[in-house]
């Protein structure tokens, strides 16, 4: 199984703050890559998949970048409601694997 | 729009067999996505279990491989998740999705989930 990687496993971070997280994988899944968002008691929702393609619906303040191997989610300014734990997933091979998360809390 | 609901018992003993169904609303199961389980627990954080299409067709985690069996009831618009001979390790929350529209055969991601359901094996 590919293995995903990502940190910081949780931040603290301010309203208006730029936020990256970074997701590695354990060999090479080109552009195979989403990232889900989720909050305390709440379904994962899907934000980014194709590694930088936004899902509709999602504000433009996501973006997601990378290839290969290392990818990053970015939020440009931290609102409130974006304070959840953010999960990376890659569907190049079986089975799809994900992350093990980034939990973004409030400084 | 499209949404999944899953549904099924909260509580199954070790040794027992978990049954839960996902019931799709606001589109045709018989579309051209496939459908996948979901869980979620402390230990292990989010792993696929497998996933479904129309025709019957399947796909399962290796890890899993021995103990899954999904169905899909196209009439019914639903489909469902069996886990044999469960532990305490299979304790989640078991989440019904939508797999992204991709190649047929290719793997996917999940763009639309169901609220989850949360499943405790214990005596």
């Known amino acids: 199984d590919i293995q995903m990687t990502q940190s910081p496993s949780s931040l603290s971070a301010s309203v208006g703050d730029r936020v990256t997280i970074t997701c590695r994988a354990s060999?090479?899944?080109?552009?195979?890559l989403a990232w889900f968002q989720q909050k305390p008691g709440k379904a994962p929702k899907s934000l980014i998949y194709?590694?930088?393609s936004l899902q509709s619906g999602v504000p433009s303040k996501f973006s997601g970048s990378g290839s290969g191997t290392d990818f990053s989610l970015t939020i440009s300014s931290l609102q409130p409601e974006d304070f959840a734990t953010y999960y990376c997933?890659?569907?190049?091979?079986?089975?799809?694997?994900f992350g093990g998360g980034t939990k973004v809390e409030i400084k | 729009q499209v949404q999944l609901q899953e549904s099924g018992p909260g509580l199954v003993k070790p040794s027992e067999t978990l049954s839960l169904t996902c019931v799709v609303s606001?589109?045709?199961?018989?579309?051209?996505?496939?459908w996948s389980w979901v869980r979620q627990s402390p230990g292990k954080g989010l792993e696929w279990i497998g996933e479904?299409?129309?025709?019957?067709?399947?796909n399962y985690n290796p890890s899993l491989e021995s103990r899954v069996t999904i169905l899909i009831d196209n009439s019914n618009n639903q489909f469902s998740l069996i886990l044999s001979s469960v532990t305490a390790a299979d304790t989640a929350v078991y989440f019904c999705?939508?797999?992204?529209?991709?190649?047929?055969?290719?793997?996917?991601?999940?763009?639309?989930w169901g609220h989850g359901t949360m499943v405790t094996v214990s005596s």
């Open positions: 999705t939508r797999d992204r529209l991709t190649i047929f055969g290719a793997v996917s991601s999940f763009d639309i």
């Open positions: 606001g589109g045709s199961i018989s579309s051209s996505n496939w």
């Open positions: 479904v299409y129309h025709s019957g067709s399947t």
């Open positions: 060999q090479g899944i080109s552009t195979y």
């Open positions: 194709a590694a930088s």
């Open positions: 997933q890659q569907y190049h091979s079986y089975p799809p694997t």
